[in-house]
Antibody
Framework: EVQLAESGGGLVQPGGSLRLSCVVS????????MSWVRQAPGKGLEWVAN????????YYVDSVKGRFTISRDNAKNSLFLEMSSLRVEDTALYYC????????WGQGTLVTVSS | ENVLTQSPGTLSLSPGERVALSCRAS???????LAWYQQKPGQAPRLLIY???SRATGIPDRFSGSGSGTDFTLTISRLEPEDSAVYYC??????????FGQGTRLEI
């Protein structure tokens, strides 16, 4: 059974930083593109970033470029999202997902940016 | 950026009916890399269709995808109450961003 488990969310002040993690099991992690997708409360899905299987290429939505960094550790089947200079509008449930296309998703970790 | 526009925004139908949800892209979706997802309240999204018309593992054949270029459709035949959800399309592929549409809310 494929499982993705996110952690690292929480309450942070504007301008602060957080590091999200996602541990993956049940698939060959090192062969898969991985992504972060977020969903603000009551809103739709927004793709945030993705990373090639070997980590050599990374892509970001414009609104997080220069502030967020996606990375992975294939030896530990783990995906990360380093978030800095956080803004109120970054408040969302952050999902890690295999792909695209996203056949497998975690349950999400909530990031709240508020003073 | 390739913007995806879904229509209608919301619709309410009865069990047994058939529905077609539209997803229109502002630019051609290369290689028809277009996916459809279903999301129910409090749950992560579920992949229904990828590459415009390929059904994901375990998805009932009541769900089908079609289209190419800039116009895509998710059709659900014989609606069931558990099909109540928000449906999203997403373009993906070699040229990110992997944009999502704004979603269509379907009430049965």
């Amino acid at each position: 059974e494929v499982q993705l488990a996110e952690s690292g969310g929480g309450l942070v002040q504007p301008g602060g930083s957080l590091r999200l993690s996602c541990v993956v099991s049940g698939l060959t992690f090192s062969r898969n593109w991985m992504s972060w997708v977020r969903q603000a409360p009551g809103k739709g899905l927004e793709w945030v970033a993705n990373i090639r299987p070997d980590g050599s290429d990374k892509y970001y939505v414009d609104s997080v470029k220069g502030r967020f960094t996606i990375s992975r550790d294939n030896a530990k089947n783990s995906l990360f999202l380093e978030m800095s200079s956080l803004r109120v509008e970054d408040t969302a449930l952050y999902y890690c997902a295999r792909g695209p296309p996203h056949a497998y998703w975690g349950q999400g970790t909530l990031v709240t940016v508020s003073s | 950026e390739n913007v995806l526009t879904q229509s209608p925004g919301t619709l309410s139908l009865s069990p047994g009916e058939r529905v077609a949800l539209s997803c229109r892209a502002s630019q051609t979706v290369s290689s028809n890399y277009l996916a459809w997802y279903q999301q129910k309240p409090g749950q992560a999204p579920r992949l229904l269709i990828y590459a415009a018309s390929s059904r994901a593992t375990g998805i009932p054949d009541r769900f089908s995808g079609s289209g190419s270029g800039t116009d895509f459709t998710l059709t659900i035949s014989r609606l069931e109450p558990e099909d109540s959800a928000v449906y999203y399309c997403q373009r993906y592929g070699s040229s990110p961003p992997d944009t999502f549409g704004q979603g269509t809310r379907l009430e049965i």
